[in-house]
């Protein structure tokens, strides 16, 4: 999911809505905006990409409210039903709360079934929905102390914007597996997944907000602080393989620039030679132009994208996907005849994209199609909010590189190896990377033992 908060400027609204435009590779199932006058707080949301999602009369009712908070939606395990988009909004008489949360929380069913043996009702299936419950409950000598006590009962990941009439709270978990980040616009305190979101509004990108960190914005400023003193950083490695948007930075070292330096690591891993290297569009290109540059491989764009397509992996259903992939993705045949042609992706997941890239390179007249994969096999399902999916749907899951090279139809099958990946990492300043799905070395025990539902 994507997150986007504004706190005290005389645009929020439209300024929310701008950033969340820029963030909507982040989830595309649905989008809200949740907004304060001062006394109270409104919402609008709604399914599917942003500009179906909220209409002009709802954007509207929100303008000239200077503080505002807004969502979009990836599901991974609830269904999209409206009723799970985000940002929550909630009232009660002691005031309204507006919740929006990226990550997952891996024992909110537990604290969910207990909370409902007390008698409490949820209105969905989010695990989200635990953060409201457990703050009206919570006992503190003010609104912080109160936030800290549940943030402490929480597991997992969460990157949450907790807003009130007066005031946002910014938390981030104690492993920092979603990115959040912290800006400034004119006089205006931002918050946002990804710095796209702030080039997208004109704001100034501040820094990445640290493991256990918890910011509270209101009208009198702003204030630091720490909600754990634990701290065991553990960034998504696929924020940096896949997710994230290329010009998007993680402390002021471009995602763009981590992908090539990973496709360079990869020409080092891989013995192949051939006539010219090609990139799968877009999140791909990086990484390949670091392999051509680093093997002295010329590239081509030898695959062109249909823009009008959304995101494959976010479609719903293998058959969805495997159309969509079609639609999406097309080989210039001028450019492959009867060239011997290294494909760089960027992960192979369920192998949708590169069974049919291989069988569609052959069809346009390569001679030879190997793939290089600018990540380590992907092999275990992710618990923190990645639709990585089930062991079963996860080509690599129990087959060897010879397999998995096999069933998509490549000459040779080359991935990244998770040194070098971790490697590349740190030389970005990373303090620390989950690899779980490469590894099986989960850094946060999946307490619920909830898998990701088949789709
Ligand atoms: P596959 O087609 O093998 O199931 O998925 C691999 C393709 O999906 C790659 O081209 C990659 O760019 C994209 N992808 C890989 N990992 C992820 C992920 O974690 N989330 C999403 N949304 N897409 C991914
Ligand atoms: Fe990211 Fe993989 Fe860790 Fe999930 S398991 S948080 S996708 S690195
Ligand atoms: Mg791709």
């Not at 992996?313 to 011997?340: C, T």
Request: net charge negative.
């Amino acid at each position: 999911c994507g997150l986007f908060g504004i706190w005290g400027h005389k645009e929020a609204t439209e300024l929310t809505y701008l950033a969340l435009h820029s963030l909507q590779h982040r989830g595309q199932e649905g989008a809200g905006i949740v907004a304060s006058n001062g006394e109270y707080l409104f919402g609008a949301r709604g399914m599917g990409l942003l500009n179906e999602a909220l209409s002009k009369e709802q954007l509207e009712s929100l303008k000239e409210f200077p503080k505002s908070i807004g969502h979009v939606r990836y599901a991974t395990r609830d269904s999209s039903a409206l009723s799970n988009v985000q940002p929550f909004l909630f009232k009660s008489h002691i005031g309204d709360l507006g919740l929006a949360h990226n990550g997952n929380i891996v024992n909110a069913l537990h604290i969910r079934r207990a909370l409902e043996d007390e008698g409490a009702i949820f209105q969905t299936t989010s695990d989200s929905e635990v953060f409201a419950h457990l703050l009206r409950r919570a006992k503190g000598k003010d609104r912080k102390a109160r936030i800290k006590k549940v943030l402490q009962q929480l597991k997992g990941a969460f990157a949450f914007m907790i807003m009130s009439e007066n005031s946002l709270t910014i938390a981030l978990d104690d492993h920092g597996v979603r990115p959040l980040m912290l800006g400034k616009k004119d006089d205006a305190y931002c918050v946002a997944s990804e710095t796209c979101a702030f080039q997208a509004i004109g704001a100034d990108y501040i820094r990445d907000i640290e493991p256990g960190e918890l910011i509270t914005i209101t009208d009198d400023g702003i204030d630091f602080d720490k909600y754990t003193d634990y701290e065991n950083p553990n960034l998504c490695s696929m924020e940096y393989i896949y997710f994230a948007r290329a010009d998007s930075e993680f402390r002021g070292n471009s995602t763009y620039r981590i992908r090539k330096a990973l496709g360079e690591e990869l020409a080092k891993e891989m013995p192949v030679t051939a006539d010219i290297v090609i990139g799968v569009p877009d999140s791909s290109l990086a990484a390949a132009k670091g392999f051509s540059d680093e093997s002295g491989i010329p590239s081509e764009q030898g695959l062109l994208k249909n823009r009008y397509v959304g995101r494959t992996f976010i479609a719903s259903g293998q058959e969805a996907r495997e159309r969509a992939v079609r639609m999406k993705l097309s080989p210039v045949r001028d450019i492959v005849e009867g060239k011997s042609v290294i494909v760089i992706d960027d992960s192979i997941v369920r192998g949708t994209t590169s069974k049919y890239i291989v069988r569609a390179l052959k069809e346009a007249g390569a001679r030879e199609v190997h793939m290089g994969v600018s990540s380590p096999p992907l092999k275990h399902p992710c618990f923190y909010g990645i639709d990585v999916s089930t062991h079963a749907e996860i080509i690599a899951s129990n087959k060897s590189t010879e397999e998995v090279c096999e069933e998509i139809g490549a000459d040779s099958l080359t991935y990244l190896s998770v040194d070098r990946m971790h490697d590349v990492y740190r030389k970005f300043g990373s303090r620390g990377q989950c690899d779980a799905c490469f590894t099986g070395n989960y850094p946060i025990e999946n307490i619920d033992g909830l898998l990701p539902q088949e789709k």
